[in-house]
């Protein structure tokens, strides 16, 4: 098939490179032109493990190519994909402004039947505002789907290749037949393509992020109260994860969510949900507790330190909002290094993939190592923000020689309380014994 994925972000490009991997003809958009020309030359913009591959490997097969012409790409394409940035503004509404002005172009310059479809996650009722926008210039024949993407950052090429279930929300006839007939190959195990409304699609993202960032914030407030009744959540999270009603996946308590999808999304349901006249409660103790965990930790860091960190060096294990990605947004690391800076500590962080999106932050005020081992030296703590693999394993006795004082604050509880005791570490977790050793 002949496809157009507009927006060459995280989720255009991997949907983009996968929908090329079985054999469509992909034209992915791009207004920047400096990263249009970078991709052409198969460099890829973004980290993802594995995208590499496949990127390098369509291009060379002339199945995947770039371009800023929106004219070009719609001209030679029959389905295309807008996978568009949606922002949350000041009151958590998502900006629509990117989708609807792609859409408006699309009323001007379409030739013929088209299948527009919202990969982007959008409100509920976008589908309609989207096709109300391309019909103002355009009154031939074209539908508007809803098929929102699920792929988390670090495996989102597995999650596009082998999806649990791809969600199709169309009320047209013809685009429910393309689109099947699209998803087949990706879907050859027997994992589901779900047909359904448009707004039914549209829901159907927010309620899915929303209750897994419930999750989150439901374990780290049984992590805060295991704390104060001396139990260790790691085995309450066995416990109960080991009930197939439950699950075991988002029960690890930390410092909280981040990233470009649960905050955003958490916020925009629960803005939905004051336009309709609803007290969403839950979502709204969701986003507190969200907020309030980065609180906590960077408290324990104040307790330890007697309420004065001014002058004290601490090195940062971690700054993306989760290993195996180079996204910052929404990192719990950035907040607490911001409000630790501003409080008097020296900070030097690392981090394997997200170190040069970090710079390019003006307001953290940090130094940047090349390695693990060099944001140790002469530290007063370490603190870990996010649970890379790299991290697990570490030389400790080379991590004392280089500290100042023998400290860890474990944001992602990726030590044991009882190894910490045997390395002779002052050991500060989530929801676990805290060991003292001085």
Known sequence: MNIAVVGTGYVGLVTGTCLAETGNQVICVDIDENKVNRMRKGEVPIYEPHLDVYFERNINHNRLSFTTDLVEAVDKSDIIFLALPTPPGEDGSADLSYILEVADQLGKIMNGYKIIIDKSTVPVGTADLVKDTIAKNYHGDFAVVSNPEFLREGFAVEDFMKPDRVVIGTSDVRAKQVLEELYKPYTRQGNPIIFMDERSAEMTKYAANSFLALKISYMNEIALLCEKVGADVDMVRLGIGSDDRIGKRFLFPGIGYGGSCF??????????????????????????????????????????????????????????????????????????????????????????????????????????????????????????????????????KEMKAKMKDAVIFDGRNIFSPEHMKKQSFDYISIGRENIFNK
Request: aromatic share 10%.
């Open 263 to 396: 905050p955003k999304d958490v916020q925009a349901l629960a803005y939905t949900a004051e336009q309709n006249n609803f007290d969403f409660k839950i979502l709204k103790s969701v986003m507190d507790v969200n907020t309030r965990q980065k609180e906590i930790f960077v408290e324990k860091i104040l307790l330890y330190f007697k309420g004065d960190v001014k002058g004290k060096k601490l090195g940062v294990w971690g700054i993306s909002f989760k290993p195996d990605t180079d996204d910052i947004r929404e990192a719990p690391s950035i907040q607490i290094m911001k409000k630790l800076s501003a409080m008097g500590a020296e900070i030097i962080a690392y981090d394997p993939e997200g170190t040069e999106n970090a710079k390019k932050d003006s307001e953290l005020k940090v130094q940047f190592a090349e390695n693990a081992y060099d944001a140790l030296n002469e530290v007063d703590a370490l603190l870990i923000c996010t649970e890379w693999s790299e991290f697990r394993n570490p030389d400790f």
